[in-house]
């Protein structure tokens, strides 16, 4: 007979030293389910730069990214530290998804009109049962209690301010946007720095950031395919487009390669510092990745001739994010392994790619990226002597 399992079981901090610590499905189902938030960001930002909106897209990109951003970092380290899997914290974790899929919903009002009442409901919802998982940790967890008090009172406060910012006017609220924003990033730093740290697994951590880079590619990759679907249903198939989807395939496995060369659950282990760092940077790796996605698929629209951008302006949408990308990445791979060599191959790399952007016809400027960024990570396998394949 298998094992019985608790309908509740106490919610203890896990061991750091866990073995064979691995995400669990209802992980996968909370991440599947943020990328529908992904996924309608980067719509909207693909419309924006379609129509030439680019300050309105991408102000609106960055801040309703943020918010799914964020709100997935919270559960993500959580549940590294507490997750029981019993009844209780599966039936909050549901709440969360919830709230999320009604953020997803707010989004494109929030890039269109600049109403953000229903992302914010959907995100008082996700914080609302985040705060009861920290006080359900901070009464079962003697060890871990100041750490799990701090979080869910720093998330209430923040949360209320999120609430009062609906009702703040004009550019008051992009004002108070930023202000609560940052408060939002100073809360895990008031909580882990004072006092006994929550039990995080640092190579569960490294696997979850890596499986979210992992599911945001895939959307990237799903977003440049629906837009040369539509352009070859429209329009037929050409080389054109040939080069776009071949060079784009190419451009993104660069990407992947670029960010999993090398692990930083070492780093992660020692020190609290460069953890903050590499984790805080990930706002820009997932983010860009995404909005490569949406570059693409202006890249797509232009060659089509359904928009107004030119052609350098729809080959920048792609290259901004990937350089943005790559910078970050090599920043990381330098915080978490010291004798990373990063160099000036980042200033050649963006200088290359925003000339080819600006000088090259839209499929060759794209292909001129591919070519570049692979050339990028041949340089690190070559360099980095301990890489092995």
Same mark, same amino acid.
């Given at each position: 007979?298998?094992?019985?399992?608790?309908?509740?079981?106490?919610?203890?901090?896990?061991?750091?030293?866990?073995?064979?610590?691995?995400?669990?499905?209802?992980?996968?189902?909370?991440?599947?389910?943020?990328?529908?938030?992904?996924?309608?960001?980067?719509?909207?930002?693909?419309?924006?730069?379609?129509?030439?909106?680019?300050?309105?897209?991408?102000?609106?990109?960055?801040?309703?990214?943020?918010?799914?951003?964020?709100?997935?970092?919270?559960?993500?380290?959580?549940?590294?530290?507490?997750?029981?899997?019993?009844?209780?914290?599966?039936? *909050?974790? !549901?709440?969360?998804?919830?709230?999320?899929?009604?953020?997803?919903?707010?989004?494109?009002?929030?890039?269109?009109?600049?109403?953000?009442?229903?992302?914010?409901?959907?995100?008082?919802?996700?914080?609302?049962?985040?705060?009861?998982?920290?006080?359900?940790?901070?009464?079962?967890?003697?060890?871990?209690?100041?750490?799990?008090?701090?979080?869910?009172?720093?998330?209430?406060?923040?949360?209320?301010?999120?609430?009062?910012?609906?009702?703040?006017?004009?550019?008051?609220?992009?004002?108070?946007?930023?202000?609560?924003?940052?408060?939002?990033?100073?809360?895990?730093?008031?909580?882990?720095?004072?006092?006994?740290?929550?039990?995080?697994?640092?190579?569960?951590?490294?696997?979850?950031?890596?499986?979210?880079?992992?599911?945001?590619?895939?959307?990237?990759?799903?977003?440049?395919?629906?837009?040369?679907?539509?352009?070859?249903?429209?329009?037929?198939?050409?080389?054109? *487009?040939?080069?776009?989807?071949?060079?784009?395939?190419?451009?993104?496995?660069? *990407?992947?390669?670029?960010?999993?060369?090398?692990?930083?659950?070492?780093?992660?282990?020692?020190?609290?510092?460069?953890?903050?760092?590499?984790?805080?940077?990930?706002?820009?790796?997932?983010?860009?990745?995404?909005?490569?996605?949406?570059?693409?698929?202006?890249?797509?629209?232009?060659?089509?001739?359904?928009?107004?951008?030119?052609?350098?302006?729809?080959?920048?949408?792609?290259?901004?994010?990937?350089? #943005?990308?790559?910078?970050?990445?090599?920043?990381?791979?330098?915080?978490?392994?010291?004798?990373?060599? #990063?160099?000036?191959?980042?200033?050649?790399?963006?200088? #290359?790619?925003?000339?080819?952007?600006? !000088?090259?016809? *839209?499929?060759?400027?794209?292909?001129?990226?591919?070519?570049?960024?692979?050339?990028?990570?041949?340089?690190?396998?070559?360099?980095?002597?301990?890489?092995?394949?």
């Amino acid at each position: 007979m298998g094992m019985v399992r608790s309908w509740r079981r106490p919610m203890v901090g896990r061991d750091r030293d866990e073995t064979h610590r691995a995400s669990t499905p209802l992980e996968l189902l909370f991440d599947l389910c943020f990328v529908v938030a992904v996924a309608s960001a980067a719509a909207e930002l693909h419309h924006a730069l379609a129509a030439s909106h680019l300050g309105a897209g991408l102000f609106g990109f960055a801040t309703s990214f943020f918010a799914i951003w964020w709100a997935w970092v919270n559960f993500t380290w959580f549940a590294s530290a507490y997750d029981t899997d019993d009844v209780p914290y599966r039936l *909050l974790t !549901l709440l969360q998804i919830a709230g999320v899929l009604v953020m997803a919903a707010g989004i494109p009002e929030a890039f269109e009109h600049r109403d953000f009442t229903v992302p914010t409901i959907g995100y008082v919802i996700m914080r609302v049962a985040m705060v009861i998982q920290w006080l359900r940790a901070a009464r079962e967890h003697t060890a871990g209690r100041p750490a799990a008090l701090r979080y869910a009172l720093g998330i209430s406060v923040v949360q209320l301010c999120w609430v009062v910012r609906l009702f703040l006017p004009g550019v008051w609220g992009w004002i108070g946007f930023g202000l609560f924003a940052v408060l939002e990033l100073l809360v895990p730093v008031w909580a882990e720095y004072r006092g006994n740290r929550t039990s995080w697994h640092p190579n569960h951590i490294a696997e979850r950031y890596g499986l979210f880079t992992l599911i945001v590619l895939g959307e990237c990759v799903l977003s440049a395919t629906t837009a040369i679907q539509t352009a070859i249903s429209e329009s037929g198939l050409s080389a054109a *487009l040939l080069v776009i989807a071949g060079s784009g395939l190419v451009l993104l496995f660069g *990407l992947w390669w670029a960010y999993f060369k090398r692990d930083a659950a070492p780093r992660l282990r020692n020190s609290l510092k460069s953890t903050m760092v590499w984790a805080y940077s990930h706002y820009a790796v997932f983010g860009s990745v995404a909005a490569v996605g949406a570059g693409l698929g202006v890249v797509v629209d232009t060659e089509a001739g359904k928009t107004e951008l030119p052609t350098y302006g729809a080959a920048l949408a792609v290259a901004v994010p990937v350089v #943005v990308y790559m910078v970050v990445v090599g920043l990381q791979h330098k915080i978490m392994n010291r004798d990373e060599p #990063v160099a000036l191959r980042y200033i050649v790399l963006g200088a #290359v790619l925003i000339l080819a952007a600006v !000088l090259l016809p *839209l499929p060759a400027a794209v292909a001129a990226m591919a070519v570049v960024s692979s050339l990028l990570v041949v340089y690190g396998v070559v360099v980095t002597s301990r890489f092995t394949l």
